[in-house]
């Protein structure tokens, strides 16, 4: 095998693994090195290449905050009403940049580019929250201010030094599974026996 066919099949095999983690979810259990990502739980919504992205799911920013919303499609109309909702800390990067999560079968006809793998969808849609103040959004959702964001190589370490566990989520565990009880319940799920895992930490 010449070295541009080793090359090619190197690249291919690094480009499987990182698509392979859109739709997981990263579990935390290295030691903490901060507040915002100790014990968290994060849904992969990219991952290529050059870098992977994802929401926290199980971190509170306000819990009941109102969320204002113009009421009509309308755009030469001014009214604005409110909805309340538990808005979610979705990570540090472009905290103004809203995500809703929410189960694949609420997607809705008015924001039909909503990127959907396995049961969950997600959107960046304004059209969501108009649903949603309308009545008739996803009974299940995540609403979430900003996304964690590593660049090429960063996540893939931190995997190789056992801070992350890998899993695949469902609707039970990111929707009727409360906030606080989702680290435990996800880390459970991955049928590790962590004190065999951690005691590893590092080891080659």
């Known amino acids: 095998m010449n070295d541009t066919t080793s090359n090619l099949d ?83 990067e472009n905290p103004a940049h809203g995500f809703v999560l929410f189960p694949k079968d609420d997607c809705l006809s008015s924001d039909p580019y909503a990127k959907v793998n396995g049961d969950i969808a997600v959107s960046t849609s304004f059209g969501v929250l108009q649903e949603i103040l309308d009545g008739v959004g996803p009974n299940k959702k995540i609403i979430a201010m900003g996304h964690c964001k590593w660049e090429q190589g960063e996540l893939e370490w931190e995997i190789f030094n056992n801070n992350w566990l890998i899993i695949n989520p469902n609707i039970e565990l990111m929707f009727d599974t409360k906030f606080e009880d989702r680290w435990e319940k996800a880390k459970l799920s991955s049928s590790i026996d962590m004190k065999a895992y951690i005691r590893q930490s590092g080891t080659a």
Do not use: H, M
Request: charged share 25%; with cysteine; proline share 2%.
């Open 10 to 92: 190197t690249n291919l095999s690094n480009k499987n693994k990182t698509q392979s983690l859109v739709g997981k979810c990263l579990v935390y259990i290295g030691e903490k090195n901060d507040d915002l990502y100790d014990k968290s739980v994060i849904y992969i919504t990219e991952s290529s290449p050059s870098g992977t992205k994802g929401i926290i799911i199980n971190k509170l920013l306000f819990e009941t905050a109102s969320i204002e919303c113009k009421r009509s499609r309308n755009s030469d109309q001014k009214e604005y009403q409110n909805i309340y909702e538990d808005l979610y800390q979705g990570g540090p």
